[in-house]
């Protein structure tokens, strides 16, 4: 099985900076996708950023101010938050979509942490 586990919330005042870390652990054989989702009060959760290999996306409210990164040797997806803003707080999600083995058998599913909480204060 696998278990992705976030680090790096907290409260930040408007304009300062974050950093968000999701780790996978496991019977890994590939991570084929990461992404971080976030959830505010009363919202649906929506996608942030996702990063394919070297390919990154991300929602138009966070483009030139969120970065998504890769460490493949950690199993590790990092979103550097600058110019945080307080309608950016909320529930912050990661998700990957894993290949992973049990016995001599591959699968492959998409896995969520558990979520860590972002507020911004103004």
């Known amino acids: 099985q696998v278990q992705l586990v976030e680090s790096g919330g907290g409260l930040v005042q408007a304009g300062g900076s974050l950093r968000l870390s999701c780790a996978a652990s496991?019977?890994?054989?590939?991570?084929?996708?990461m992404a971080w989702y976030r959830q505010a009060p009363g919202k649906q959760r929506e996608l942030v950023a996702d990063?394919?290999?070297?390919?990154?996306n991300y929602a138009d409210s966070v483009k030139g101010r969120f970065t998504i990164s890769r460490d493949n040797a950690k199993n590790t997806v990092y979103l550097q938050m600058n110019s945080l803003k307080s309608e950016d707080t909320a529930v912050y999600y990661c998700n990957a979509n894993i290949t992973w083995s049990s016995g001599t058998l591959w699968y492959e599913s998409a896995y969520w942490g558990q979520g860590t909480q972002v507020t911004v204060s103004s």
């Open positions: 990063i394919r290999g070297d390919i990154t």
């Open positions: 496991g019977s890994i054989r590939s991570i084929n996708a």
